[in-house]
Structures are given as C-alpha cells and as structure tokens.
C-alpha cells in the first residue's frame, strides 16, 4: 500500500544562531525512500526484531525553501497540513510557510510569547490550499509547555481561521484566548505546571494533557471547556498520534524511549490507560555510544506508515567540538490488527541518518 503522504518537512538549525530553515524531502525518491519495495520481516515486541545488523544510508539535505531567523535565537516550529508549517518567535509573532506555493502568511501576534510552547493543529472542515490568506485554514492550539500557576491565564491560545464578523467577505486568522486549566489544577501546590503528555482524542474534538504530578484533562475544541479525566499520567512522553486506520493511539514511553502503542478510547478517572505493545526499531548496535539529545517526534505517513525521528550526539558533551550530531529517520509499517488490538506486529523498512559536526546544518525537527 502507497503513501498517503508525498513530503517530509525537515526544521534545520543553520550555521548562523537563531537561523532556521524549511526543507522538503520527497519520499518516492530513491535517495530519500524510507520504505522496502518487498515487506522485511516484522519486529518482535519490546525487542529489535530477527537481528541482522542493517547499515544506516546518509541523508543529503534538500536546499531550503524558507529561511527564517530571530533575535533571540527562539523560533519554533509547528506542523500544518503537508509542506506547510508554523512558526513562532520569542516574542510571541507568527508566520504560515507554505512550502507547496512559496507564499509567507503573517499571522495576528499571541497575546502573550510561550518560553516552551506545544501546539497541535487541527485542519477545517474545508480546506483551500489555494486560499491567499488562510493558507488551507484550521486552528493552532497553542500551549506553554512549562508555566508558573500564577501565569496560567496566558497559558493557552489559539490561532483560529475564521470571520471576524458578518460584514467581512472573507476570512482571516484571529488569535483567541482560551480558559486556563481549571483552578483546582492552578491551585494544586505545585511550583510550576509542566505537561508531559498531549495529543487528540475522540475523534479531533478533545486535546488531552498530563501535568506532571497533578492529573490528565481533557479540552473540548468546540465548547472551550476542561474535564478532569484522572489523578494519573497517560502512557506517552510528549506528543501522542491517532491513527484512524488501527484506531490506537501511538508515541514513545517515558522511561526508554520506545515506539508504543496504547488505547485511549475508554479513559476514565478509575481506569488509567497502559501500553499494550512496545518495540525498539533501531539495532541498538548501530548507535551504541550515541547520546540522545532530544526527544523523538512521530510523522504519521498514512496508510499505517510512519518515520520515526531520533536525534543523537556521537561525542562528548563537555566539548560540543568533539563528535557529530546525528539524526535518524526510520520508515515503519505496522500490520493487522485484531478487534482486541492483541495481533498488531510492528515492520520496520529503511534507516537513514543525517550527520553535522560543530557549526554545521543539523536537523532538529520532523514533521
């Protein structure tokens, strides 16, 4: 089965500090394919599968389509619909790169700037892609990954492509304020509220969260209203996935890292949600002495395919001249699965890696 997706978008620190650049990769070529032509065999659970130790092949970066740079050295970037992503600057100022047209949309400023933001993107109901100003439209959900309870009230916004009023012809990006966590959450006792986990569930309609030592909420996207689920954590570390076409839930495990798969379609405040399936999809051989330098993002290709991206530094961390960053790329299918979610087998395809010493090029985002 083919790829429902054409393009990977690859953020890329540049040479210059605060520098960052948008890259398009496109898969069905041959020197960016992450996917076999023939099935290999799949993967065991929690382990790296039938063995055989496989070379990683080099990644050359496609030239940018988008530069972008800031004084402060912050900007961060978001996920859009394919080839087209959002940033955001330290002062809280935003843009629509749109990779497939070339065109810049400039987006209404936050009401405050996010330190640490997370956002997740959901597509409207009808999407323009050759819309000149909502660039496929939609809403960005934006979040302060870390905040102090006193600050909360800022803690969450969202960029919403919409008509202002009904004397406008057309629409237009807003930015819109949204209720804090509930002030039993503010309130909690704690130092600062920091989320570990988030993502979509019941169908898009609901962003769940974990706040570390607190509990697990969700936020209904049409009502703008919060529900506590549970005292407990979800399963995930960052951003979790949904996929349709298996109806589970998809992200890494918090203590090691792995590629895992979960259930969250019947959360409640007594039934904390666990990992039904793990595995480790690269040979551990391969990277062995390797840091891990951040966390590892999931790009849902369509089709039960994934890439996995995997950020690493092969030197010594008290001399950043020593050593290379390492960034790893690996395409993943996953097979049948059952009613009970008890048959689903993991495949791995192809590893590819990009390498960048001190002061070069290096790949830090993957969407």
């Known amino acids: 089965?083919?790829?429902?997706?054409?393009?990977?978008?690859?953020?890329?620190?540049?040479?210059?500090?605060?520098?960052?650049?948008?890259?398009?990769?496109?898969?069905?070529?041959?020197?960016?394919?992450?996917?076999?032509?023939t099935t290999p065999a799949a993967l065991t659970l929690n382990g790296n599968g039938n063995g055989l130790k496989k070379r990683m092949e080099k990644i050359c970066l496609p030239s940018p389509i988008f530069n972008l740079g800031a004084p402060g050295e912050r900007i961060h970037m978001f996920p859009a619909l394919e080839?087209?992503?959002?940033?955001?600057?330290?002062?809280?100022?935003?843009?629509?790169?749109?990779?497939?047209?070339?065109?810049?949309?400039?987006?209404p400023n936050l009401h405050k700037p996010k330190l640490e933001p997370i956002a997740?993107?959901?597509?409207?109901?009808?999407?323009?892609?050759?819309?000149l100003d909502g660039g496929g439209g939609g809403t960005l959900f934006i979040m302060d990954r870390i905040a102090k309870p006193q600050e909360a009230d800022y803690l969450f916004e969202a960029l919403v492509y919409r008509m202002f009023c009904s004397s406008y012809l057309s629409k237009s990006w807003d930015c819109q304020l949204l209720p804090p966590p509930p002030p039993y959450v503010v309130?909690?006792?704690?130092?600062?509220?920091?989320?570990?986990?988030?993502?979509?569930?019941?169908?898009?309609?609901?962003?769940?969260?974990?706040?570390?030592?607190?509990?697990?909420?969700?936020?209904?996207?049409v009502k703008h209203t919060w529900i506590e689920v549970g005292k407990w954590m979800l399963p995930?570390?960052?951003?979790?996935?949904?996929v349709h076409e298996l109806?589970?839930?998809?992200?890494?495990?918090?203590?090691?890292?792995?590629?895992?798969?979960?259930?969250?379609?019947?959360?409640?405040?007594?039934?904390?949600?666990?990992?039904?399936?793990c595995w480790n999809e690269l040979d551990e051989s391969?990277?062995?002495?390797?840091?891990?330098?951040?966390?590892?993002?999931?790009?849902?290709?369509?089709?039960?395919?994934?890439?996995?991206?995997?950020?690493?530094?092969?030197?010594?961390?008290?001399?950043?001249?020593?050593?290379?960053n390492v960034s790893v790329l690996t395409g993943v299918e996953f097979t049948h699965?059952?009613?009970?979610?008890?048959?689903?087998?993991?495949?791995?395809?192809?590893?590819?890696?990009h390498k960048s010493s001190c002061g070069e090029e290096t790949i830090t985002a993957v969407f």
């Open 1 to 37: 089965m083919g790829l429902s997706r054409r393009f990977l978008n690859l953020i890329v620190d540049n040479r210059i500090p605060g520098a960052k650049s948008l890259r398009c990769i496109d898969l069905t070529l041959a020197r960016y394919k992450l996917f076999n032509t």
């Open 83 to 107: 080839r087209r992503a959002f940033s955001l600057d330290q002062s809280g100022r935003g843009l629509l790169l749109e990779a497939d047209t070339s065109r810049l949309v400039v987006m």
């Open 120 to 131: 997740l993107y959901i597509p409207g109901a009808e999407i323009d892609l050759d819309d």
């Open 187 to 221: 309130k909690c006792g704690v130092d600062f509220l920091k989320i570990i986990s988030y993502g979509l569930v019941k169908g898009g309609s609901e962003i769940c969260i974990s706040i570390d030592g607190v509990g697990t909420y969700c936020f209904d996207t």
């Open 236 to 242: 995930f570390q960052g951003k979790f996935e949904y």
């Open 247 to 277: 109806k589970l839930w998809f992200g890494f495990t918090p203590n090691d890292g792995h590629f895992a798969v979960a259930d969250l379609s019947a959360m409640d405040e007594y039934l904390q949600p666990q990992i039904r399936h």
């Open 286 to 324: 391969l990277i062995q002495g390797w840091k891990q330098i951040r966390d590892p993002q999931l790009v849902n290709l369509g089709s039960a395919k994934f890439c996995i991206a995997r950020f690493f530094h092969t030197g010594d961390f008290g001399d950043g001249l020593s050593g290379q």
């Open 337 to 353: 699965a059952n009613v009970d979610h008890e048959n689903i087998g993991l495949i791995k395809h192809k590893s590819r890696c």
